[in-house]
């Protein structure tokens, strides 16, 4: 059981918009920033998304993220073949003085 | 270019330890904040530990009195001394350079397999 809450599967057609939502609490989401990685089989997990919207160099604008009191998420535009990979987010949570992350997401593009 | 090497892992059994090493270039270990995350089969990334720049070392409860991890300035190499190996130990594990205000990993290596099994 993840600390923090994604749903296991979202789908998309390509060219369009999909969002994962990451649910917490206080001690991790409310309180602190929330990174989102991307992970395909086989290969190195990638940072998209961290603290308030920074993204790394060679990260896309069509990656970006929001965030509403316990809860976070990650949105993708113009969706890519290239984008079916399973997504994570994660953050530090105060109270288990931990990184936490959420269950993953498998993002199929249909 | 920053390059993670992790090496190490292999099949141990219930009981048994082994000496993860996460060899860094284009990054400065003893500079940096560092940490392992591990994935299960079929499972989700499962952080374990992180170590600061100045020290102080964290651990997740499922590996804390089990997992040590440390760092050799001069070989510029991460290591996670892993004892008391369980079946539930057994994952890829990657180790990353920490980065931004709540533990983002910016960089990751390609992860190195652990497998306890008798």
């Known amino acids: 059981q993840s600390v923090l809450t994604q749903p296991p599967s979202v789908s998309a057609a390509p060219g369009q918009r999909v969002t994962i939502s990451c649910s917490g609490s206080?001690?991790?989401?409310?309180?602190?920033?929330v990174s989102w990685y991307q992970h395909l089989p086989g290969t190195a997990p990638k940072l998209l998304i961290y603290?308030?919207?920074k993204r790394p160099s060679g990260i896309p604008d069509r990656f970006s993220d929001s965030k509403s009191g316990t809860s976070a998420t990650l949105g993708i535009t113009g969706l890519q073949t290239g984008d079916e990979a399973h997504y994570y987010c994660?953050?530090?949570?105060?109270?288990?003085?931990?990184?936490?992350f959420g269950g993953g997401t498998k993002l199929t593009v249909l | 270019e920053v390059q993670l090497v992790e090496s190490g892992g292999g099949l141990v059994q219930p009981g048994g330890s082994l000496r993860l090493s996460c060899a860094a270039s284009?990054?400065?270990?003893?500079?940096?904040?560092m940490g392992w995350v591990r994935q299960a089969p079929g499972k989700g990334l499962e952080w374990v530990s992180v170590?600061?720049?100045?020290?102080?070392?964290l651990y997740a409860d499922s590996v804390r009195g089990r997992f040590t991890v440390s760092r050799d300035n001069s070989k510029n190499t991460l290591y996670l001394q892993m004892n008391s190996l369980r079946a539930e130990d057994t994952a890829v594990y990657y180790c990353?350079?920490?980065?931004?205000?709540?533990?983002?990993?910016?960089?990751w290596g390609q992860g190195t397999l652990v497998t306890v099994s008798s």
């Open positions: 284009g990054i400065t270990v003893s500079r940096d904040y």
């Open positions: 994660g953050t530090w949570d105060s109270s288990l003085s931990a990184v936490v």
């Open positions: 206080s001690s991790n989401i409310g309180n602190n920033y």
């Open positions: 990353a350079r920490g980065t931004g205000s709540s533990w983002s990993f910016d960089f």
């Open positions: 603290d308030n919207n």
């Open positions: 170590i600061y720049v100045s020290g102080p070392t």
